[in-house]
């Protein structure tokens, strides 16, 4: 089963700015199949980034995914109030999926 | 429009049984359903994924034994079964469809709304 560790855990930044969120792999994920997800207060989670860089339909060009083998990043740019949520990755190039813990960017 | 709809909120006591259910909808391929748990106030947790054409599943190891992946093909429906539960599956369930991927398992790119499950004396 293959660990993933996100950083930070938390990050505050204000509206406009720019965010980097880390996820490491404790072992290289296969192919890159990693994906990122942004999860609401009350909502389901829903898919931002899949292949590490590809954007899921309907997301928009704020968000970018970068990476390979174990480190991975998402870059949110010019930050919007409703940006402020959970972001969580997964690796899916094994039989046992995993998710990291969860960095939860708020937006002052 | 792809939905994933799930069923209702449970409320239970210690070791009664309960099945929960979820409906795919408006596609026509066949996607693997995977379930995650959602501790109250934690991270997101994957259980086990099964393919509803022939109901062949995987196990999380940390959920395998505890709950059982069922499949009805004709309604791509899937089910999440427990047999006797305990307050520590007080938790949101989701379930998701995944994409199609060149591996065992894929992203998750639609989602259903999510059914609570409370259990308590």
């Known amino acids: 089963e293959i660990a993933l560790t996100q950083s930070p855990d938390t990050l505050s930044l204000s509206p406009g700015e720019g965010a980097t969120l880390s996820c490491r792999a404790g072992q290289s994920v296969t192919n890159n199949y990693l994906a990122w997800y942004q999860q609401k207060p009350g909502l389901a989670p829903r898919l931002l980034i899949y292949?590490?860089?590809s954007r899921a339909a309907g997301i928009p060009d704020r968000f970018s995914g970068s990476g390979s083998g174990t480190d991975f990043i998402l870059t949110i740019s010019r930050l919007e109030p409703e940006d402020s949520a959970v972001y969580y990755c997964q690796q899916y190039g094994t039989l046992r999926d995993t998710f990291g813990q969860g960095t939860k960017l708020e937006i002052k | 429009e792809v939905q994933m709809v799930q069923s209702g909120a449970e409320v239970k006591k210690p070791g009664e049984s309960l099945s929960i259910s979820c409906q795919g909808s408006g596609y026509s391929a066949n996607y693997w359903i995977t379930w995650v748990r959602q501790m109250p106030g934690k991270g997101l947790e994957w259980m086990g994924r099964?393919?509803?054409?022939?109901?062949?599943?995987n196990y999380s190891p940390s959920f395998q034994g505890h709950v059982t992946i069922s499949a009805d093909k004709s309604t791509t429906t899937a089910y999440l079964q427990w047999s006797s539960l305990k307050a520590s599956d007080t938790a949101m369930y989701y379930c998701?469809?995944?994409?199609?991927?060149?591996?065992?398992?894929?992203?998750?790119?639609?989602w259903g709304q999510g059914t609570l499950v409370t259990v308590s004396s």
């Open positions: 292949g590490a860089s």
């Open positions: 099964i393919d509803p054409s022939d109901s062949y599943i």
């Open positions: 998701a469809r995944l994409g199609h991927c060149s591996s065992t398992s894929c992203y998750m790119d639609y």
